[in-house]
């Protein structure tokens, strides 16, 4: 079993869609979870982090933990053509470590 | 420059070549990583570097040499690379971790690399 699934999609949803992105891990030792939006031909950069279970707003952005299940979301409310990228979930085991551990990424489309 | 910038952004070249890539942060961090991400995989963790230190190393091939000269600088030099090494390489950095509760990776945009 990998340590991080993420459904590569790819996902393709109208303007204004609730987008649903999900994670399920194995390493009951992780301790942060974050999501990063890559744009084409950019790196990756930090959309959101969340330490622990429970759930974390940011604008049109929900990031939701369940330590218990194993599985990590992020929601998108008014999607927005601009939204379109790849949304990679990532993993820490805890503070002051260097290792994220990456799902492989879901590929968003918002069509106008 | 802001931010994490790389040079080249493409770079081609033959099995028997040596090259380098080139990273530089211009955010006052004291840590940098390089990625590798493959088509349908996850991003790679290959090196990381803490206040010029090379502090992890995961198991990466010997054709992949990294150099750390300062804090703002982090180069990867190649030589003997496979087709199967054809990815993008992105570098991060961060502050040096143990001083903030998370220590967010800031990356650059990646050099495309192409092995023939």
């Known amino acids: 079993q990998k340590e991080v699934e993420q459904d590569p999609g790819p996902l393709s949803v109208p303007e204004g869609a609730i987008v649903s992105l999900n994670c399920t891990y194995s390493?009951?030792?992780?301790?942060?979870f974050m999501w990063y939006r890559q744009y084409s031909r950019k790196g990756p950069e930090l959309l959101m982090y969340?330490?622990?279970?429970g759930n974390k707003e940011d604008g049109r952005f929900t990031a939701q933990v369940d330590k218990s299940s194993k599985y990590i979301s992020l929601f998108i409310r008014d999607s927005q053509p601009s939204d379109s990228a790849t949304y990679l979930c990532?993993?820490?085991?805890?503070?002051?470590?260097?290792?994220?551990?990456f799902g492989k990424g879901t590929k968003l489309s918002v069509i106008p | 420059e802001t931010g994490v910038t790389q040079t080249p952004r493409h770079l081609v070249m033959g099995m028997t070549n040596k090259k380098s890539l080139k990273c530089e942060q211009h955010?006052?961090?004291?840590?940098m990583y390089w990625y590798k991400q493959s088509a349908k995989k996850p991003l790679e963790l290959m090196f990381v570097?803490?206040?010029?230190?090379?502090?992890e190393n995961n198991s990466v091939p010997s054709r992949f040499s990294p150099e750390c000269p300062n804090s703002s600088h982090l180069f990867l030099h190649l030589h003997t690379l496979q087709p199967e090494d054809s990815a993008l390489y992105l570098c991060?950095?961060?502050?040096?971790?143990?001083?903030?509760?998370?220590?967010?990776?800031?990356f650059g945009p990646g050099t495309r690399l192409t092995v023939l």
């Open positions: 991060a950095s961060s502050q040096e971790v143990g001083r903030d509760l998370y220590n967010e990776q800031f």
């Open positions: 390493n009951s030792a992780f301790q942060y």
């Open positions: 969340t330490y622990s279970s």
């Open positions: 990532a993993m820490s085991a805890g503070a002051g470590s260097y290792q994220l551990t």
């Open positions: 955010l006052g961090h004291n840590a």
């Open positions: 570097y803490s206040l010029e230190e090379r502090v």
